[in-house]
């Protein structure tokens, strides 16, 4: 409920109008009251109470002064104007007013990330040059999930791991610590068998998309994956194109390097075999999204700098205003005027 004010002035509004809908019935309950005999003066036991002699026959005399005032209707008049304007201040304030102030910033964009994380044997291939040395692919899918774990404060985020065998790591959850801890402990080939098999990821995906709890927002969808061959079973590339249209939009990174170049001998014998950007890159776009190659700090901000604004859905909300309490400009008032009341009793007291 809101009161027009002139112009240049701000507008009062109530947060709880109805204590103003409710102040005839206090004035009439007053003046019928009053009428009745069955409430006292206004006032409260004298600020400064006067030293004086009680005269043996003090209780006569205040009864003669209280015949007297019964009989007088200005006084009962005068006593009901004092409780209207001590119930009127008391009423605006209980009625909480305000003014609006400043307007608060929008709420902040949201959005949920799902990652799908690769972690077949081949994650041990060592094709990546850190500070001069050989670094794992694990090494660096982990350092790209961290960054954008850092880069989506805010946001939940899920991740869900495969190879032979997908499953849920973390589900959608805003604790980053829980998040990078799980990170951390990733190992290649663990519990999820040694090849991959990305089709069977995706269904998987789609199946846990489809849970009452995932009903609401559509989280982006990012695979985090070095596949270099197409599943023989389930083509990759049909479940993206099945997921953009449920409404979705699945993104790729690539982990590894893009050509045999980069390979070594290595000692336990794992033939080397380079990432498939080709089919990463077909995945993207079946599934409406873009491919990134997480083969420097460059391409990894670019990716998560993308892959965030992609994301993001702003909130439609009215504009929110800062709320200015002015119940004090009545409360105040209305406690000065019943001092004012007692004071002015206590001067006719003594007249």
């Known amino acids: 409920m809101g009161v027009l004010a002139p112009d ?20 009439l ?16 036991p004298p600020l400064f109470p006067a030293r004086a002699c009680r005269h043996p026959q003090m ?13 007088s209707s200005q006084n009962l008049w005068q006593h009901w104007f004092g409780y209207a304007v001590f119930l009127l201040l008391m009423h605006l304030a209980l009625a909480h007013p305000y003014r609006l102030g400043r307007q608060l910033p929008a709420p ?4 949920d990330t799902l990652f799908i994380v690769d972690t077949s044997i081949s994650m041990v291939l060592r094709d990546y040059l850190v500070a001069g040395k050989r670094t794992e692919r694990m090494t660096v899918l982990k350092s790209v999930l961290v960054h954008f774990i850092d880069q989506l404060q805010g946001n939940r985020i899920g991740l869900i791991v495969f190879s032979q065998h997908p499953y849920t790591l973390v589900p959608l959850t805003a604790d980053y610590a829980l998040l990078q801890s799980r990170i951390h402990r990733l190992q290649p080939a663990v519990l999820t068998g040694n090849r991959s098999d990305l089709g069977q990821a995706l269904i998987y995906t789609l199946k846990q998309l489809q849970q009452p709890g995932m009903t609401g ?3 982006t969808l990012v695979l985090v994956s ?3 061959r197409s599943s023989r079973d389930i083509d ?3 479940v993206a194109a099945y997921l953009n249209k449920q409404g979705y939009r699945l993104n790729t990174i690539g982990i590894g390097a893009a050509s045999a170049e980069a390979g070594e001998e290595d000692s336990r014998r794992l033939t080397y075999e380079p990432a498939s950007f080709t089919l990463l890159r077909s995945i993207a776009e079946k599934g409406g999204g873009r491919f990134y190659w997480a083969d420097n700090a460059r391409g990894l901000q670019a990716a998560v700098e993308a892959i965030r604004d992609s994301q993001r859905l702003p909130v439609a909300t009215a504009p929110r205003y800062l709320l200015v309490p002015l119940y004090a400009w009545f409360l105040f008032p209305g406690l000065a ?8 009793h206590d001067r006719r007291q003594l007249q």
Do not use: T
């Not at 005027?337 to 002015?344: A, D, F, K, R």
């Open 29 to 44: 309950a007053v003046a019928v009251l009053l009428r009745c005999r069955c409430l006292k003066e206004l006032r409260l």
């Open 337 to 344: 005027w019943l001092i004012g009341m007692q004071l002015w």
């Open 226 to 228: 070095d596949v270099n």
């Open 217 to 219: 927002r559509k989280p």
């Open 108 to 111: 902040p964009e949201y959005g």
């Open 8 to 27: 240049g002035l701000p507008a009062v509004h109530f947060l709880h109008p109805g204590w103003l809908w409710a102040l005839p019935l206090s004035l």
């Open 59 to 71: 209780d006569i005399l205040r009864q003669l002064e209280r015949k007297k005032s019964r009989r």
């Open 236 to 238: 990759p590339r049909a």
